[in-house]
C-alpha cells in the first residue's frame, strides 16, 4: 500500500512565524501536491510537484513555498504565517506508471495561526 | 476557470435506501473523473473512478458519466450507516492538475 506520511497533525503557529509542513512517501510516485481544504470550498491546489527539484504553481500558491530535494520528501513552506492560512494542508502523490489518476493523500495538517 | 459542482447537502437517507450523488463540471476537455470518500478527520480516499460514458459498478457504488451534459453521478445502494461520509468529486483533463469539488456530507441514518 502507498504510504503517504506528514510530520505534524496538528500545528497552532503566531502571525509572522516561518511554518514548515514535511510530507514523505514511501512508492516512488514521481507526483506530489499540497492542497488546502476549507469548508465550502473543497481541495484547493498549492503546488505540485512533477520531479525532484521541479515545481509548479497550483491555484492558490500566494503566500507559500515548497521544496523538493529528494524523490520521496515534498514540502510546504508558509514564509511568514497568517490567520488566512489557518486550514487543513493535505499532501498527495500520484504514480504515473499506473496512469489512473488517483491521487494517495497523507493523514493531513491541520494548522492554525493566531 | 475550471469547476466542479456539487450539492453541498446535507443528504440524509435511510439505511437500506440508495443514495444519489451528483456533479458537474465544465471543461468540456475533462477526461478522468473520480468520487473520493472523506470522512470526518480524515483524508480522501478513492472510491471510484470513470473514464467513458456510461455506468460503471463496483459493489454496491455505480459511478454514472455523461459527457454531453458533463455530469457524474455516484449511487450507493443498501446505504450503511458506515457510509456516512463527505463524498468528493474531482476531474483530471490529463495533465497533473485534478480539481475537486466542494463535496456532498451523507448521513445515512440508522
Known amino acids: 500500500d502507498v504510504k503517504v506520511t506528514q510530520s505534524s497533525r496538528y500545528l497552532v503557529k503566531r502571525t509572522g512565524e516561518k511554518v514548515f509542513l514535511e510530507c514523505v512517501q514511501d512508492?516512488?510516485?514521481?507526483?506530489m501536491f499540497w492542497y488546502r481544504q476549507d469548508p465550502g470550498l473543497g481541495l484547493r491546489l498549492i503546488y505540485f510537484?512533477?520531479?525532484?527539484?521541479?515545481?509548479e504553481k497550483g491555484d492558490i500558491p500566494e503566500g507559500y513555498s515548497v521544496s523538493r530535494e529528494k524523490k520521496e520528501r515534498f514540502s510546504l513552506i508558509l514564509e511568514s504565517a497568517s490567520t488566512n492560512q489557518t486550514s487543513m494542508y493535505l499532501c498527495?502523490?500520484?504514480?504515473?506508471?499506473?496512469?489512473?489518476?488517483?491521487?494517495?493523500f497523507g493523514e493531513g495538517s491541520r494548522l492554525t495561526v493566531l | 476557470q475550471k469547476e466542479v459542482e456539487q450539492n453541498s447537502g446535507p443528504l440524509s437517507v435511510p439505511e437500506g435506501a440508495i443514495a444519489s450523488l451528483n456533479c458537474t463540471y465544465s471543461d468540456r476537455g475533462s477526461q478522468s473523473f473520480f468520487w473520493y470518500r472523506q470522512y470526518s478527520g480524515k483524508s480522501p480516499e478513492l472510491i471510484m473512478s470513470i473514464y467513458s460514458n456510461g455506468d460503471k459498478e463496483d459493489g454496491r457504488f455505480t459511478a454514472q458519466l455523461n459527457k454531453a451534459s458533463q455530469y457524474v453521478s455516484l449511487l450507493i445502494r443498501d446505504s450503511q450507516p458506515s457510509d456516512s461520509a463527505t463524498y468528493l468529486c474531482a476531474e483530471n483533463t490529463g495533465g497533473f492538475k485534478t480539481i475537486f469539488g466542494a463535496g456532498t456530507r451523507l448521513f445515512v441514518k440508522a
Open positions: 498527495a502523490t500520484l504514480g504515473t506508471a499506473t496512469n489512473t489518476g488517483e491521487l494517495f
Open positions: 510537484s512533477y520531479d525532484v527539484k521541479m515545481k
Open positions: 512508492m516512488d510516485h514521481e507526483n
